[in-house]
């Protein structure tokens, strides 16, 4: 295996060289979950996915509930489908409290406070009345629950951990929160064993090749856990060691053609390389530069970090910053990268 293998086959696992889905939902429910923060930018990195998406087919997938949003794992918001968030949550969720732990210690955030909100949230959204976060807080200080900015922030993310409460459908450019048991049916709950070993399965399918290291970055999970879930799907994948690292994947005979997307602008915080937690592969060589590592607003030109984009404000024009000159076909490939992008919002 050559560092190049690496590159091509994730580029196919990650369905961006090609894919077979054609929906937000689709390509959210095959990549299990997607970092979604950046709004504009979680909406790219499906648009990038799904030729012909659109801006609007996004938010009216999100909006429909198709696909929804909420906090698993690190803690950050995740893209999740209604069938996942539920085992995922459960597997998940508590990592993330630990995480939370000493905040919640700091703000006075105990079982106790955290039992009242749940009532306000249960009382205040019921009857699938999904409202904002002004909406949602005045609620709380109106049943004398302090809400400082981060002690609000916690109290929404608990609830989220919880599986009480996820995202709503938008209102205007206004996010809401909704009742996780209004947005998705029940689903029988699975045992920590199965739910880790199907989290670690879908993980190398659609990230692979890569290291449980990576695995246990990306998830949020420990190297134990990432090793019992891999040893539950041991026969499914192939391990090769490249200077010294061992990777994990599944075997596919994949070619890169001129037709396939190896160029495009990426998105911030996506899977192609926040999946990751070694992400020196996706520096060229030719051309090292402290840029190439980071997570926002790169270029990737033909697999690899190629310069930086930046939209601008007011001209909505995108600025691009190559990290060397390019030849006539790669500049070709940028320029469709750009269209790609734009085509996507407008």
């Known amino acids: 295996m050559k560092e190049?293998?690496?590159?091509?086959?994730?580029?196919?696992?990650?369905?961006?060289?090609?894919?077979?889905?054609?929906?937000?939902?689709?390509?959210?429910?095959?990549?299990?979950?997607?970092?979604?923060?950046?709004?504009?930018?979680?909406?790219?990195?499906?648009?990038l996915r799904l030729p012909g998406c659109t801006n609007d087919d996004v938010e009216t997938a999100f909006n429909k509930g198709d696909i929804l949003r909420t906090h698993l794992m690190r803690p950050t918001w995740h893209f999740v489908t209604p069938a996942d968030i539920r085992w995922l949550l459960a597997l998940t969720a508590p990592r993330v409290n630990a995480f939370n732990a000493p905040y919640y210690k700091k703000l006075e955030l105990d079982e106790t406070v955290f039992k009242k909100a749940h009532k306000v949230f249960v009382r205040t959204l019921q009857g699938e009345k999904q409202l904002d976060r002004n909406a949602i807080k005045k609620e709380l200080e109106k049943n004398k629950i302090e809400t400082n900015d981060l002690r609000f922030m916690l109290l929404l993310m608990q609830a989220e951990l919880s599986g009480l409460i996820c995202s709503g459908p938008r209102k205007g450019k206004q996010f809401t929160y909704a009742l996780l048991d209004e947005r998705a049916p029940a689903t029988k709950p699975l045992p920590?064993?199965?739910?880790?070993?199907?989290?670690?399965?879908?993980?190398?399918?659609?990230?692979?090749?890569?290291?449980?290291?990576d695995f246990a970055w990306w998830s949020g999970l420990t190297i134990k856990d990432a090793k019992e879930g891999l040893a539950a799907n041991r026969p499914l994948f192939n391990f090769e060691k490249l200077n010294g690292t061992e990777y994990i994947f599944k075997h596919n005979l994949f070619e890169l053609k001129i037709s396939h997307?190896?160029?495009?602008?990426?998105?911030?915080?996506?899977?192609?390389?926040?999946?990751?937690?070694?992400?020196?592969?996706?520096?060229?060589?030719?051309?090292?530069?402290s840029d190439e590592t980071r997570s926002i607003h790169l270029i990737i030109i033909d697999g690899?970090?190629?310069?930086?984009?930046?939209?601008?404000?007011?001209?909505?024009?995108?600025?691009?910053?190559?990290?060397?000159?390019?030849?006539?076909?790669?500049?070709?490939?940028?320029?469709?990268?750009?269209?790609?992008?734009?085509?996507?919002?407008?």
């Open 304 to 346: 690899t970090a190629g310069g930086t984009w930046m939209k601008d404000i007011k001209s909505k024009e995108v600025k691009i910053h190559f990290f060397t000159s390019l030849n006539k076909s790669k500049l070709t490939a940028m320029k469709k990268a750009t269209k790609n992008y734009a085509s996507f919002f407008k």
């Open 192 to 213: 920590r064993d199965q739910a880790l070993a199907e989290l670690v399965k879908r993980y190398f399918i659609t990230r692979g090749p890569a290291t449980v290291h």
């Open 4 to 47: 190049r293998d690496i590159i091509i086959q994730r580029l196919f696992n990650q369905q961006i060289a090609a894919t077979k889905f054609t929906k937000p939902g689709e390509m959210v429910s095959y990549m299990t979950a997607m970092q979604s923060q950046v709004w504009e930018m979680a909406k790219w990195a499906i648009g």
């Open 261 to 289: 997307q190896s160029t495009f602008l990426l998105p911030d915080y996506d899977e192609y390389g926040i999946s990751y937690k070694e992400r020196s592969i996706l520096s060229n060589p030719k051309h090292k530069t």
